[in-house]
């Protein structure tokens, strides 16, 4: 039974009697984790979004809708399938039956996929949006909702709940953490130890702040436009506050000139783009600035900032500077002879790459929870800051009880 | 110090007044660097050869205040420390030494005396009393009100326990006083909301024909109700007379150093202090006219780095030396705080 805890929101209620109905009259297998059924109406959902004329323009919304396609899908589930056979003594998986995700107030689409990914293993689910979230979640759901309307038998139906609810309700964290057999919090710190301080819970997930960073090496031979356009990829979206978003541009063995080459192009697509940041964001961005100074005793080398960017080189940068940076598109940088010198440490969540020979990528690929070419910092993997969440959303099936 | 305490409040034209300015502005931004550490740390990160009148000297973040302890004096030395009202997240701290405080009460003093006299006014609260009777929370409207009760005689509190009207107070206060000077003193919510608003709302006139009203403390819930300063002025001629009333922009971070609101409706910069508008993008100078965040100036903030400020309110220069009341030196209007961006993303609190 899902809680009905005072003073909710709900955006999106599961039908009970149609889940159940679907579990009696139908099969119950069909909650088996990457049943046929449920990975149909998740692709279902992909076609959705991709028609839609609201979501066509979103581009979160359509990297969102790639992802959850058919052939993406398929693609998971063999490696689900992989997962299962592996298991010594049994070749079945469970679901872990009730998953209370808290997503963070943006990262806007970062929850759905976490949602998905948990249906898809066949658990019920209820995801706390927080009221300060932004217009592309409340979108996003709306879609949702629509879609699940508009379409009769959906076994989807019975396993999503969306709340929203202030934190301060801790009546509500509590019984929706007591019903849930695994809680997921997507992330900072201060939420999960908030979260924490509110009802503990022994079998939770979650993903604290981190910081990312971009490595580029560049010669003469390189298209400049094109690696910014990747570049801006992974960096502007979410006002770069996503924590794979690179707060920092290492240049490895690369002219200034070809640097400043890479800037002035760097800001004349940014300038095209349709910022999220406004002028608190700005004013942000200058107090944060200002925090870094005060970390250590520094020089300033260099800093440019327009509307759009603030670039930003200190005689010394350390991992500090990057955990206390706050995204709206201050971005610092640094030149370096070899890659040892990247600051290095267990908060480091991506690193972005471009030039690097195939050594180069050896020497990187365990210092961060993920390293991947420019251009892919955002893109969703379900190995995601360093969890494998198709395991993580299902029990070998000697767990349960029966 | 003596000297500049005695100079006139509006008197200086730009040029003179920046010259005056740029000495102890510089001088104070080599004092703190020597005696407050993490300000020190601020300004080496700056190239010193880059810094040499007032305007290059980087304005310090006002957020600073509630993340550190920012203090240029001994722990001895502490004469006391004022907090910030809090009533947006953490508050502010500033540690202040017995000279510091002596120069707010003086520079308060002179400039005030410019709108009031010299003499004492019978006084009107535009609060509770209980409002300052809590000694452990020093909150800004406490601390307002202490400060220009320094201004009044026959202090009344025009507001009872509950922020209710107090009319047999008020009755009586204004008939004994109708035909002479009085103060009146008050935040711009409460003044509006508990206090003009409802007189209005129990049809209750006034005509007081010497009445001076300060009012200060933010626009932010007269924005939220579409309150315009002009309307607000109007509907207290409306309600008491025309009486002069003066909006002041100041904060805790800067006591002391305040900006008033002329005849005409514009702010003035006393000479002890100075407003410059940066662009939000790049801290560069605006021009007049322009709306950029608020940079204040002050030559009192001797015992914390508070005399090159960066405020998060949004405000335009509207002229210099040139005000059709005839006073000197800068003259502007305040737009508001500028809205704390929610922190978004991955490191997120729980809210």
């Known amino acids: ?402 | 110090m003596i000297e500049l305490i005695d100079l006139p409040v509006y008197q200086y034209s730009t040029k003179k007044k920046q010259r005056l300015l740029d000495k102890h502005l510089l001088t104070l931004t080599q004092f703190h660097q020597n005696n407050c550490a993490l300000y020190k740390r601020f300004m080496q990160a700056y190239s010193a050869s880059s810094i040499n009148k007032a305007n290059d000297i980087p304005p310090f973040a006002v957020r600073h205040f509630k993340e550190h302890h920012l203090s240029s004096i001994s722990d001895n030395d502490t004469f006391k420390t004022l907090n910030s009202s809090g009533t947006t997240g953490t508050p502010s701290s500033i540690v202040l030494n017995a000279e510091t405080a002596r120069l707010q009460t003086k520079v308060l003093v002179k400039t005030l005396q410019h709108w009031l006299g010299k003499a004492r006014l019978p006084m009107l609260i535009i609060d509770a009393p209980n409002t300052i009777k809590n000694k452990n929370t020093m909150t800004a409207r406490a601390a307002g009100i202490n400060g220009f009760s320094m201004f009044g005689r026959d202090h009344h509190y025009a507001l009872d326990e509950n922020m209710q009207l107090n009319i047999e107070v008020i009755d009586s206060f204004f008939k004994k006083h109708q035909q002479q000077p009085l103060l009146m003193f008050g935040f711009t919510s409460i003044v509006w909301q508990q206090f003009i608003q409802e007189l209005q709302q129990q049809k209750r006139q006034y005509n007081l024909l010497q009445a001076t009203l300060f009012h200060g403390g933010g626009w932010k819930k007269m924005i939220q109700q579409t309150v315009t300063n002009d309307h607000f002025k109007q509907t207290i001629y409306q309600c008491l007379g025309k009486i002069n009333v003066h909006n002041y922009y100041g904060m805790v971070e800067q006591t002391g150093t305040i900006h008033i609101e002329c005849e005409y409706g514009y702010l003035h910069t006393p000479i002890w202090a100075d407003v410059i508008i940066r662009r939000v993008s790049d801290l560069s100078l605006a021009n007049n006219q322009e709306l950029g965040l608020v940079q204040v100036n002050s030559v009192i903030a001797k015992s914390y780095p508070g005399h090159c400020l960066l405020t998060e309110d949004l405000g335009q220069i509207i002229g210099e030396d040139n005000c059709k009341c005839g006073r000197k030196g800068k003259y502007f209007i305040i737009k508001g705080r500028v809205p704390r961006a929610e922190m978004r993303g991955c490191s997120d609190t729980f809210a």
């Open chain 1, 1 to 402: 039974m899902i809680p009905s805890p005072n003073n909710i929101h709900w955006h999106i209620k599961a039908k009970n009697s149609e889940a159940i109905d679907a579990i009696e009259t139908t099969a119950k297998d069909k909650l088996l984790p990457w049943h046929d059924s449920l990975v149909n109406n998740v692709a279902l959902f992909s076609q959705y979004l991709l028609k839609h004329p609201q979501s066509k323009q979103q581009a979160e919304l359509v990297a969102l809708a790639y992802w959850c396609r058919k052939a993406n899908l398929a693609k998971i589930k063999q490696e689900y399938k992989l997962l299962e056979s592996s298991s010594s003594n049994t070749n079945k998986r469970q679901s872990v039956a009730r998953v209370f995700h808290i997503a963070p107030s943006n990262v806007d689409t970062v929850f759905f996929y976490s949602l998905l990914l948990s249906a898809l293993s066949g658990n019920e689910n209820i995801v706390r949006i927080s009221g300060r979230s932004g217009e592309l979640c409340y979108l996003l759901i709306d879609l949702f909702k629509q879609f699940l309307n508009e379409n009769k038998a959906l076994t989807l139906k019975g396993l999503v709940n969306i709340v929203e609810y202030n934190a301060i309700n801790t009546a509500a964290t509590t019984a929706f953490s007591q019903w849930a057999t695994l809680r997921v919090i997507w992330g900072g710190d201060e939420a999960i130890e908030a979260i924490l301080a509110i009802a503990p819970h022994d079998n939770q997930l979650c993903f604290p702040d981190r910081y990312s960073i971009a490595v580029c090496h560049l010669t003469e031979e390189d298209d400049i436009q094109t690696v910014v356009k990747k570049f801006i990829a992974d960096f502007s979206p979410f006002n770069q506050q996503a924590c794979s978003s690179p707060k920092a541009l290492f240049w490895l063995n690369t002219c200034r000139e070809i640097q400043s080459e890479f800037f002035k192009i760097l800001n004349q697509e940014l300038t095209k783009i349709e910022l999220d940041s406004n002028c608190s964001n700005r004013v942000e961005r200058q107090i944060n600035f200002q925090q870094l100074l005060l970390i250590n005793d520094n020089k300033i080398i260099f800093q440019q900032s327009n509307d759009y960017l603030m670039l930003v080189e200190f005689e010394s940068l350390c991992v500090e500077h990057l955990i206390r940076h706050q995204g709206n598109s201050l971005l610092l940088q640094k030149n370096i002879v070899c890659l040892t010198s990247l600051p290095i440490s267990k908060k480091l969540q991506s690193i972005t790459y471009w030039g690097l020979n195939e050594n180069e990528q050896q020497q990187i690929k365990h210092t961060s929870k993920q390293v991947v070419p420019f251009g892919l910092a955002l893109a969703f993997n379900h190995h995601w800051d360093g969890k494998a969440l198709l395991e993580e959303f299902t029990l070998p099936s000697y767990f349960l009880s029966e």
